[in-house]
Nanobody, 116 residues
Framework: QVQLVESGGGLVRPGGSLRLSCAAS????????MGWYRQAPGKARDEVAQ???????NYVDSVKGRFTVSRDNAKNTMYLQMDNLKPEDTAVYYCNANFRNFGRRWGQGTQVTVSS
């Protein structure tokens, strides 16, 4: 089996920064595309950013220029650097990964709250 664990969430003031991490562990052969999603209260879970195993990235328009997704394939870890955070970024952030031998899996989520 495989597991995804997110970390790095917390409370930050508007304009501040946070760095989320998503560490994969278990019987991993290869991880294809990884992505960050978020879900605000009462809303659907939406994709924020994704990164392929080759390093190609894609972002939702609302975070372009503020968020940066990256990954360290040797450590099976993905990151999300979030700068200039806004109150509307408040949500639970989830990691998703497509494993060669297990398909798509989700992490448990980490709360990000942007408030003064």
């Amino acid at each position: 089996q495989v597991q995804l664990v997110e970390s790095g969430g917390g409370l930050v003031r508007p304009g501040g920064s946070l760095r989320l991490s998503c560490a994969a562990s278990g019987n991993i052969f290869e991880i294809y595309t990884m992505g960050w999603y978020r879900q605000a209260p009462g809303k659907a879970r939406d994709e924020v950013a994704q990164i392929t195993n080759g390093g190609a990235t894609n972002y939702v328009d609302s975070v372009k220029g503020r968020f940066t997704v990256s990954r360290d394939n040797a450590k099976n870890t993905m990151y999300l650097q979030m700068d200039n955070l806004k109150p509307e970024d408040t949500a639970v952030y989830y990691c998703n990964a497509n494993f060669r031998n297990f398909g798509r899996r989700w992490g448990q989520g980490t709360q990000v709250t942007v408030s003064s």
